[in-house]
């Protein structure tokens, strides 16, 4: 159960904020005076909303497919040695490489759009959970499946009860560090080449001179991604991992 004293960094962080916003003009750093102010401005626009929906829209395409297809990939690859010496290198490599460094060519190759922004979305998000995936299922220990296999256990059953429970933990930390690194990729990538969208609110108040609606444009990336970590990543983890510790985020 959460202690009650959990939540004091909020106003303690409020605090701070006024504190900073006192050595500087309101066209400068705002102050969360200010941004309230901006909040019942933008809050009376659809266009405020259009772009909210519009990446939240662009999220749940681009990293439910990366997960889904992540999660079979890495597991055919857990279960194949030859497959996984295969995989590993092209993986490795890519994992390596900066998601929004790809931006700019999808941009070229898909457009000013849904589609480029999109496909870095799954850029970021598709390589941290197929590795996740395929160390989990490595982890694996014989032992259990040999266990499993004595008690009758075959086919469908030897995934459900051994394999699904194993891989789980490892795979849920995949999901939220591929989420992370999707959401702040896609914000990133709509600053630079996006129409619409979060990162294009932030971005064309930064340059009109409303720091107000940057602030305020990054404080509702930040809620959404704590939402979307309360309502869906936490449920999920104690759902499917909640048993291990290493599942622990």
Known sequence: MRRWY???????????????????PSYVFPSPTDVLVQMGVQFRQLQFYGDVGLSLARIAVGFGFATLIALLIGLLAGLSEVLRNMLSPVVSFFQA???????????VMFGLGNSSMVAVIF?????????????????????????ARMLGATGWKLGLYVYL???????????YVGFGVAWRSLVAAEMIGG????????????????????????LVVGFLSWLFDRLMLRPLKHRLAGWSTSAEI
């Open 97 to 107: 490489t900066p998601p929004l460094a790809w931006a700019p060519l999808f941009i």
């Open 195 to 218: 129409n619409a969208g979060l990162g294009y609110f932030i971005s064309t108040n930064g340059q009109t001179g409303n720091p107000a609606a940057v602030m305020l444009g990054i």
């Open 6 to 24: 959990s939540w004091l960094s909020i106003p303690i962080l409020i605090l701070v904020w006024y504190a900073i916003a006192s050595r500087y």
């Open 165 to 175: 429970p194993e891989v789980a933990p490892a795979a849920i930390t995949g999901i």
């Open 123 to 147: 850029m970021a998000s598709f390589f941290p959970v197929v590795i996740s995936v395929m160390q989990g299922v490595e982890r694996i220990q014989e032992s259990h499946i040999r266990a």
